[in-house]
């Protein structure tokens, strides 16, 4: 992404967020907390949504890939949530993640597999096929929808897991939360029961681009 946005315009380069779900793991004490606190997804829908949304001076954030569906019919959201968003207001990304060996040739109907690329606009293609990254769009143009593409290949992003060595502090901080989980279909079950009080404190809105 960086090599991406050293060729774009400062009002064109994609910023980037990291998200989870919206808890302080500091006042989790028990699966009740925790199931009062929204899944990442709809925590997103609902700043995008109620905070942005409403909003006519802010802007809606560029976004990256996974959340086409706010712009989209019903099945494809939340389903507790009814609104959809202005495809006007939302600036969607759709990204290609590393090269997969039989994706070179799809790749390089849009750019250069070798490097990332970005490609906005009338330049998208009119029809597919795509690499599986972009399978929300199915056989359609692109455009139809997303603004870009951008791909992040060839390589795929390093992975970390287990590669970062932990306090005992840390360890027994996570074995805690492990335990405060509990079952994960469990938890899963008792959160969705909970939905109703997800949204009751509103989370600080993402701040705003430096």
Partial sequence: MREINARLEPARRIRVLGGCDP???????????????????????????????????????????????????????????TRIVDRSKIFVVGTILELKPNERELVARLGDPARPFYLAGESLPKGGPYPNDLFYSKGDPLLDHMDCVAYLGPEADPDLRNKIEFTAAQMAELERRAAVRGDMKELMKLRFAHRAEWFRAHPEDIPERP
């Fill in 23 to 81: 808890m302080d793991w500091s006042k989790m004490r028990s699966a009740e907390d925790i199931a009062k606190i929204p899944f990442r997804t709809n925590w997103v829908a609902h700043v995008l949504l109620d905070h942005y949304q409403p909003n006519p001076k802010q802007k809606l954030p560029r976004r990256l890939r996974r959340w086409p569906h706010l712009s989209q019919p019903r099945r494809h959201r939340e389903r507790h949530d």
